[in-house]
């Protein structure tokens, strides 16, 4: 995934795509709760697409003029 891909997409789709990953983020805690050994790898790889997307959602709130924080 590819900050990119992610400007390019709507503020609904970014909503489903970080439901989607918190899902995957959710799965991998579980496998390696219950002693299946996910790779080591996918757990960054997640948490920094997690990242990136909420990075880009914030980016697409101020730039909507939305952004005050008060």
Do not use: W
């Not at 909503?15 to 990953?21: S, V």
């Not at 918190?22 to 960054?44: H, I, N, S, V, Y």
């Amino acid at each position: 995934m590819d900050a990119k891909e992610l400007r390019s997409k709507s503020a609904a789709e970014l909503t489903d795509e970080l439901l989607k990953l918190r899902k995957e983020q959710f799965a991998l805690r579980m496998q390696r709760a219950t002693g299946q050994a996910p790779k080591p790898d996918q757990f960054t790889k997640v948490r920094r697409n997690i990242a990136r997307l909420k990075t880009v959602q914030r980016e697409q709130q101020i730039a909507a003029g939305s952004g005050s924080k008060k």
